[in-house]
């Protein structure tokens, strides 16, 4: 028996709220920063110029139609990496044009992944050309697994393709292949149908046939990876010629891994995030930080009793796919949710943990009161943060100042003080 989706414009029912018992104490917190490295790239257009003019003189000719991928993710300084990108094609006497490669997120609609990249700035004219969305593809072959390769067919019909993107630790793939070149072209590239066959035959054997038949079938020329630092700023952009994109996003992974922040305490009684969000982590939260067992099960990689979420960035959309990993949540994340949004992306992923709706409190520190009702307010080890890609800075319980003291990465800035709430 078929069962009909509920729109947005529908009524859903009202949703109990938990409403912890009165007169938890909360525990007193002191505002701790991580010491990262610093290092940024600031000359961003000459960065990419040069990145480019490596290899692009020889596969970019002029009257060509390139297209340019654009993802869903929000990456540090992604209009002007793109419009420079743009502007280095259009130099080389070629047509540049951008298309939509994020797989399924954007609720898997042309105009949904219109609005993600308006978002984040990137519309035509900040980037100089037309930007193109379609969910459309074309069947390039068949692994040897058996998974049919699917790609976007505006950029199959282009005479050269650049791939943009991104490399950082990923929430599913683990070892020595992450989130990068490889990935955008066989998920985001792949739009709803690629992605959802590869998530089901399995993500992470799959990724890398499918990646590796689109580069050898469809006309990618070039890709462009950035890695940012430890402040989400960005430490680097590289050109990569086709035949190198494979190791050059293995090598680049291990450097993005290394800038990497992360919570410098284990065990955690409980942590709590401000946002969670499809531009913070392809989950939410990021699973490198919380523990990667809350994303694909087994054995738990970070020791963190509760997590307490407070709220949905407005990048997202209503994109909630990973608010499963979360324990207790605020009334304000769960009305947040666009339900349809949210299926669409965590069902291409397969990932209906991700979905799970957590207990919900009225306000954010009733939730917090909630995690922390069976622990001693002077001895509860709790962290809070912005999100899982800002880690600079940290508010921690008393419980544990002694460990921020002893750890020359970490500086106290203030004394304790009573949790606060916008």
Request: with cysteine; hydrophobic share 45%; charged share 20%.
């Amino acid at each position: 028996m078929a069962v009909r989706s509920t729109t947005r414009e529908e009524a859903m029912p009202e949703l109990p709220l938990y409403i912890p018992q009165t007169g938890i104490r909360l525990p007193r917190v002191s505002r701790v920063r991580q010491r990262f490295d610093t290092t940024r790239l600031n000359d961003i257009e000459t960065a990419v110029r040069d990145a480019i003019g490596q290899y692009a003189s020889d596969v970019i000719r002029p009257n060509m139609r390139v297209a340019i991928t654009a993802g869903s993710r929000g990456i540090a300084e992604i209009v002007r990496i793109t419009a420079a990108v743009v502007a280095e094609v259009r130099r080389l006497g070629a047509e540049p044009f951008i298309v939509t490669a994020m797989g399924s997120h954007g609720g898997a609609t042309t105009d949904g992944q219109r609005t993600v990249l308006a978002s984040y700035g990137v519309t035509e004219e900040q980037v100089g050309c037309p930007i193109i969305a379609t969910m459309e593809t074309v069947i390039l072959g068949t692994t040897e697994t058996g998974v049919s390769v699917h790609f976007d067919a505006t950029a199959y019909r282009a005479d050269a393709i650049i791939l943009l993107n991104r490399v950082k630790p990923h929430s599913i793939l683990t070892g020595d292949l992450g989130s990068g070149l490889m990935k955008i072209a066989a998920i985001g590239l792949g739009n709803h149908v690629g992605a959802a066959s590869i998530h089901a035959a399995g993500l992470v054997e799959h990724l890398l046939p499918v990646a590796r038949v689109v580069l050898a079938k469809a006309p990618i020329k070039l890709g462009l990876a950035i890695v940012e630092n430890s402040f989400d700023q960005v430490w680097k952009i590289e050109g990569v010629p086709s035949s190198l994109i494979e190791a050059a996003d293995r090598r680049l992974l291990a450097e993005a891994r290394d800038l990497m922040p992360n919570i410098p305490f284990d065990p955690i009684d409980v942590l709590v995030v401000d946002q969670i969000g499809k531009n913070i982590s392809g989950t939410g939260m990021d699973p490198n930080v919380i523990g990667m067992h809350r994303r694909i099960g087994g054995p738990a990689t970070r020791r963190i009793g509760r997590i307490v979420a407070l709220g949905l960035s407005p990048e997202s959309h209503g994109n909630a796919n990973g608010v499963g990993m979360a324990d207790i949540i605020t009334r304000n994340l769960r009305d947040a949710i666009d339900w349809p949004i949210t299926w669409a992306n965590a069902l291409t992923a397969d990932f209906l943990e991700g979905l799970k709706l957590p207990t919900a409190c009225p306000t954010a520190r009733e939730a917090i009161a909630l995690a922390v009702r069976t622990h001693d307010s002077q001895r509860v080890r709790l962290v809070r943060v912005r999100d899982t890609a800002h880690l600079d800075e940290l508010w921690v319980s008393t419980a544990l100042l002694d460990e921020v003291r002893a750890n020359p990465k970490l500086e106290l800035i203030d004394e304790p003080t009573e949790l606060t709430f916008e």
